[in-house]
């Protein structure tokens, strides 16, 4: 009896031993292999991010332009329209001057070069000897206004009277029918395509006086004339506010003021086109922006901006 006793405390012990071995090992197994639930998110995040990632970059397009200030705000308010019914599409609108659009455009830097004057022949003989084949394009009418202080007396000049205003034969605006004061010539840098096409039309080969003080933008001149009573300068008409006085021109046909219908006429002595140039003819999303500037909707941003459509 007490030997059966042994035995059955044995295999009780033997039966424990073998449920807690079980156990132990059940346990490390589960420990050590990782679960094939946990390891899907970490492995697919990342593949699903790269995905969305390359997904975004094949859909967006984007051009740039980089050129002339009198184009400035008109470029821009054509790019902000075409980005709102086209949201994955990019058009970046700096300034700087339509010297400094067409070099960048000569270096293979932008897509398009607005200009508010037309390319010179050696900036064409640049481009070419660089691989680049200028093309213009007409988007707009434009006239420059000569502006004064609204407390000049001053209302009119003639071409003969502005020409040596900015030459430096005249310095004093009793001599224009103005009071005894000293002229305070203001002028755009040389960069601006309305410094040249300024200097082509009224000083004609003359040189600018060396005292005018230059301005980088169209904006810091109707800054310092609004707060100069003894000041000149010319901008842009899209530029014109309450801040300064726009002056009636005489280049021998009469006086005329720089409205709408005289500027659109050609009887404005000071009336211009403003341009766009590409590297060829324009294609793609250059092509899609330029078609989009010369459409009904491109062009009544233009009139709204202030300047003038080219087709009425």
Same mark, same amino acid.
């Given at each position: 009896?007490?030997?059966?006793?042994?035995?059955?405390?044995?295999l009780? #012990?033997?039966?424990?031993?073998?449920?807690?071995?079980?156990?132990?090992?059940?346990?490390?197994?589960?420990?050590?292999?990782?679960?094939?639930?946990?390891?899907?998110?970490?492995?697919?995040?990342?593949?699903?991010?790269?995905?969305?990632?390359?997904?975004?970059?094949?859909?967006t397009?984007?051009?740039?332009?980089?050129?002339?200030d009198?184009?400035?705000? #008109?470029?821009?308010a054509?790019?902000?329209?075409?980005?709102?019914?086209?949201?994955?599409?990019?058009?970046?609108?700096?300034?700087?001057?339509?010297?400094?659009?067409?070099?960048? =455009?000569i270096?293979?830097?932008?897509?398009i070069?607005?200009?508010?004057? @037309?390319?010179?022949?050696?900036?064409?003989?640049?481009?070419?000897?660089?691989?680049?084949?200028?093309?213009e394009?007409t988007?707009?009418?434009?006239?420059?206004?000569?502006?004064?202080?609204p407390?000049?007396?001053?209302?009119?000049?003639?071409?003969?009277?502005?020409?040596?205003?900015?030459?430096?034969?005249?310095s004093n605006?009793?001599d224009?029918?103005?009071?005894?004061? @000293?002229?305070?010539?203001?002028?755009?840098?040389?960069?601006?395509?309305?410094?040249?096409?300024?200097?082509?039309?009224?000083?004609?080969?003359?040189e600018?006086?060396?005292?005018?003080?230059?301005?980088?933008?169209?904006?810091?001149?109707?800054?310092?004339?609004?707060?100069?009573?003894?000041?000149?300068?010319?901008?842009?008409?899209?530029?014109?506010?309450?801040?300064?006085k726009? =002056?009636?021109?005489?280049?021998?046909?009469?006086?005329?003021?720089?409205?709408?219908?005289?500027?659109?006429?050609?009887?404005?002595?000071?009336?211009?086109? =403003?341009?766009?140039?590409?590297?060829?003819?324009?294609?793609? #999303?250059?092509?899609?922006?330029?078609d989009f500037v010369l459409?009904?909707?491109?062009?009544?941003?233009?009139?709204?901006?202030?300047?003038?459509?080219?087709?009425q």
């Open positions: 009896m007490a030997n059966k006793l042994k035995t059955y405390a044995v009780t #012990l033997v039966v424990i031993g073998l449920v807690f071995l079980g156990i132990g090992c059940t346990g490390n197994e589960k420990s050590e292999s990782p679960s094939p639930v946990q390891e899907t998110p970490s492995e697919g995040a990342p593949a699903e991010e790269a995905t969305a990632a390359e997904t975004t970059a094949a859909d397009q984007s051009i740039s332009l980089k050129g002339s009198t184009v400035l705000p #008109l470029a821009q054509e790019a902000e329209e075409f980005m709102t019914e086209n949201s994955e599409k990019s058009v970046t609108v700096t300034g700087g001057g339509s010297g400094v659009g067409i070099a960048a =455009l270096d293979g830097e932008v897509d070069a607005p200009a508010s004057r @037309e390319m010179k022949a050696e900036e064409i003989e640049a481009a070419k000897a660089n691989g680049v084949n200028p093309v394009t988007i707009a009418y434009d006239g420059i206004s000569v502006i004064v202080n407390e000049s007396t001053v209302s009119e000049l003639t071409f003969d009277q502005l020409r040596g205003i900015y030459n430096g034969s005249i605006w009793k224009v029918g103005g009071e005894d004061k @000293e002229i305070v010539v203001i002028s755009r840098d040389s960069s601006s395509g309305t410094y040249e096409y300024f200097k082509e039309e009224v000083l004609q080969g003359d600018y006086r060396p005292d005018a003080l230059t301005q980088p933008a169209t904006g810091g001149i109707v800054a310092e004339v609004s707060q100069n009573p003894s000041a000149i300068g010319y901008i842009g008409v899209a530029y014109l506010d309450d801040s300064v726009a =002056l009636n021109l005489d280049a021998g046909n009469g006086s005329e003021a720089p409205t709408s219908e005289n500027i659109l006429s050609g009887v404005y002595p000071l009336s211009r086109s =403003l341009y766009f140039y590409t590297n060829g003819e324009p294609s793609g #999303l250059t092509k899609e922006f330029i459409s009904e909707k491109g062009q009544s941003i233009v009139s709204e901006v202030g300047y003038f459509p080219i087709k």
